[in-house]
């Protein structure tokens, strides 16, 4: 835990010097990443107070805390009694670390999908309850936007929950 107090102290200090190379997966890799965004313009540097620092390492652990419980808690779900590599990866994927966003496809496929099937079935209710004769291009429109959104969003689920269940 030394050097994550070290890389900790090194965040935000009057320097905001970044050095290159290093594990960007580290600790150490944390701490750099942080200072080349602090020194990211130069005419305008930027520093953490002291407070923000504690406050930084303080989540950390928090964070570090939670994400290994919920890896043993995982460990335990497979009745095993080593917690491996991937019952660490599923815990931060359960409590939302930054890589487990969904992809371009997974949040494309759920936007566009649940606009076109809403449009669709406001379409679809508009010609089932307005009177009128209603024209085949506006019966064609609400049918292709509703098979559209529900397969986009059909796409869109599928992802997600393969996503989150391996």
């Known amino acids: 835990m ?15 010097a970044s050095r290159s190379g290093g594990d960007r997966a580290t600790l150490s ?9 602090l020194a ?14 504690e406050r930084l390492a303080e989540l950390h652990a928090e ?9 043993v808690r995982v460990a335990r779900r497979g009745h095993v ?7 660490v990866r ?26 076109f099937a809403g449009a ?8 089932m309850f307005t009177p009128g004769p209603h024209g085949t291009g506006e019966t064609a429109a609400a049918l292709v936007l509703s ?3 529900f397969v986009l969003l059909a796409v869109g689920l599928t992802v997600t929950f393969l996503r989150r269940s391996g």
């Open 2 to 16: 030394s050097e994550g107090r070290d890389a900790l102290r090194r965040v935000g200090g009057t320097s905001g």
């Open 29 to 37: 890799g944390a701490a750099e990443r942080i200072n080349a965004e």
């Open 40 to 53: 990211r313009r130069r005419r305008e540097p930027m520093t953490f107070s002291p407070e923000a620092r």
């Open 63 to 71: 964070y570090l805390a939670d994400l290994g419980q919920e890896a």
């Open 81 to 87: 009694s080593t917690v491996d590599e991937l019952h």
């Open 90 to 115: 599923q815990a931060g994927t359960r409590l939302g670390m930054g890589r487990s966003r969904g992809s371009a496809l997974e949040t494309a496929a759920n936007t566009f999908g649940g606009v």
């Open 120 to 127: 669709g079935i406001a379409s679809v209710y508009a010609l």
């Open 147 to 149: 098979v559209l959104g």
